[in-house]
């Protein structure tokens, strides 16, 4: 119950950030004083001219290729998800660790120290799992 809520508070969190997003007059009320009192003189005319180009470009987003790309991605990370959950159930791991670590370890694998982040996301995978009694055969067979 805790995810669920946590989790409809993130999507209604961001879906308001959208609407305020798209709402041009209403983010120049918000950004006005910032924009006057903030902001140097040698920057504002770059800032208005990015923030014009913005919303320029912002309208012309088709929102049909929009849903359709969100729709690809959320079926893409559904994919992962049970990925994840068939090795969980092969290798006897817990989902709840998997759950908990996967975020951590996308995130390890993009540190730009070895190609792809082979080595350091198998030490973090090694690290992580081992927090939860996973031996390090298993975690290292953790994609």
Known sequence: MCFNSSLHRLINRFLFGILIIR????IGKIAKPFFENLLPEKYKREVGTTFKHFYRNFEKIQRKKVLVNLLLTLLAWSLIFVQYWFLSLALGLNLVAIAMVTPILLLVQ????PVSGIGTR???????????????????AFP
């Open 23 to 26: 709402n041009k007059k209403l």
């Open 110 to 113: 993009l540190i730009p120290i």
């Open 122 to 140: 198998k030490a973090a995978a090694v690290l992580l799992l081992g927090i939860f009694g996973v031996v390090p055969e298993l975690a290292i």
